[in-house]
């Protein structure tokens, strides 16, 4: 739902631009900005492929816009100090660490850390990616623990024991030698 909710937001901010640009520019690129960095946004937390190339749209029409409110002098509005708290936020999400927005949208429960083997399975994965080999490793350790535990609370079963077990001890070796090169 989230996904066909930014996808309309985002072709809708198009549309607007499209309409508005002569007649309320500063409106219009508001909005085609605001459009990509909600795109933007999804693409992060989702860990979608071509996330960079989203945020570099994002930029460029966020540049846009300070440059069309700066020349039109604009006066500031609450929906401006809004958009400014956002992109700020865009900002830091941009460079924070794959492994550390994995960690705030999928492990942030008690429930993920005990139950959530493949959620720990990712997540060891992002430390891999990210060269935190020990912390990679602890991880894919808790993954093991929530395996059995899921397995002995019959709760968050995707697919059989032995091949998760498997999967897991496979992950942990090419950790260990440095030969993980993707995540499958």
Not at 30 to 53: E, I
Not at 121 to 145: P, Q, V
Request: with cysteine.
């Amino acid at each position: 739902m989230m996904i066909v909710s930014i996808g309309i937001l985002l072709i809708s901010s198009c549309l607007f631009f499209m309409r508005n640009r002569d007649q309320k520019p500063a409106e219009a690129y508001l909005q085609l900005a605001l459009g990509f960095q909600m795109f933007y946004f999804l693409y992060r937390v989702l860990f979608w492929g071509g996330a960079q190339s989203i945020f570099m749209a994002a930029a460029f029409t966020t540049v846009l816009f300070y440059i069309r409110i700066i020349l039109l002098k604009s006066p500031v509005k609450p929906s401006l100090i809004a958009f400014s708290l956002f992109t700020l936020f865009i900002g830091i999400l941009s460079v924070t660490p794959a492994y550390k927005v994995y960690y705030a949208t999928h492990l942030h429960t008690g429930a993920s850390l005990k139950y959530g083997y493949n959620y720990l399975d990712k997540y060891s994965w992002f430390l891999y990616t990210s060269k935190e080999n020990g912390l990679a490793i602890e991880a894919n350790r808790m993954a093991k623990e929530a395996l059995n535990n899921a397995f002995e609370a019959e709760k968050w079963i995707f697919g059989s024991k032995s091949d998760w077990q498997k999967r897991l001890e496979d992950h942990r070796v090419k950790i260990l030698t440095g030969s993980w090169k993707s995540y499958e």
